[in-house]
């Protein structure tokens, strides 16, 4: 079946700094894939999404290419804030599998002043 | 617009005893799943449904049961709760979409404790 993998936490950078979550994907499909944002105390929200091999998604100075070639789904900030201190998920839908997500495990970043 | 409610936000059980945790989407969408999430864990799938009357058991079904009877209405009932059973459970709905499934859209999330 599907699976994502993706580097376990915590993450621990000043602010500045630059974050790079790596994300891994299997399936046997064509996904979609997604990077969703969990603030404390707080449900999922979308961050950024892709549809299609070299798809880059780009939200709120986050950024993550579709890379088919690797399986990969990277997510990216160039410069984090405070505010950025969340759990992150990487996710794919795949249409051959009834369109469910599978999420990987999650990332706990924490940005320091 | 509410989005997905979830109901009640926070709820504490004693062991065997039933409940059901209420999720209300007012988008008019298709699909919608109940989750669970652990520490380390991540959110793992317990029932899904891609429209009203069907419905189908995800990654960890076994203790809850779900029905859909209206579009806009999806409950998670748990038979017989068990200490294994305390987490954060989330809905979310979402719709299909050209190249595959749209966005999902979350609820605030049900934290359940079972002593």
């Known amino acids: 079946g599907d699976s994502v993998t993706q580097m376990e936490g915590p993450v621990t950078l000043s602010e500045e700094a630059f974050l790079t979550i790596n994300c891994t994907y299997t399936?046997?499909?064509?996904?979609?894939l997604f990077w969703y944002v969990q603030y404390p105390g707080e449900g999922l929200q979308l961050l950024l999404k892709?549809?299609?091999?070299?798809d880059k998604g780009s939200n709120k100075g986050f950024e993550a290419t579709y890379r088919k070639e690797t399986t990969s789904f990277h997510l990216e900030k160039g410069s984090v804030q405070v505010s950025d201190s969340a759990v992150y998920f990487c996710?794919?839908?795949?249409?051959?599998?009834?369109?469910?997500?599978?999420f990987g495990g999650g990332t706990r970043v924490l940005v320091k002043p | 617009n509410a989005g997905v409610t979830q109901t009640p936000k926070f709820q504490v059980l004693k062991t065997g005893q039933s409940m059901t945790l209420q999720c209300a989407q007012d988008?008019?969408?298709?699909?919608m799943s109940w989750y669970r999430q652990d520490p380390g864990m991540g959110l793992r799938l317990i029932h899904y449904?891609?429209?009203?009357?069907?419905?189908d058991q995800g990654e960890v079904p076994n203790g809850y049961n779900v029905s859909r009877s209206t579009t806009e209405d999806f409950p998670l009932r748990l038979l017989s709760a068990a200490p294994s059973q305390t987490s954060v459970y989330f809905c979310?709905?979402?719709?299909?979409?050209?190249?595959?499934?749209?966005?999902?859209?979350f609820g605030q999330g049900t934290r359940l404790t079972v002593v």
């Open positions: 449904s891609v429209g009203a009357g069907i419905t």
């Open positions: 892709a549809t299609k091999a070299d």
């Open positions: 979310a709905s979402s719709y299909s979409a050209l190249g595959g499934l749209a966005e999902a859209f």
């Open positions: 988008m008019n969408h298709e699909y």
């Open positions: 996710a794919l839908s795949d249409r051959a599998a009834g369109n469910k997500l599978t």
């Open positions: 399936t046997t499909g064509y996904p979609s």
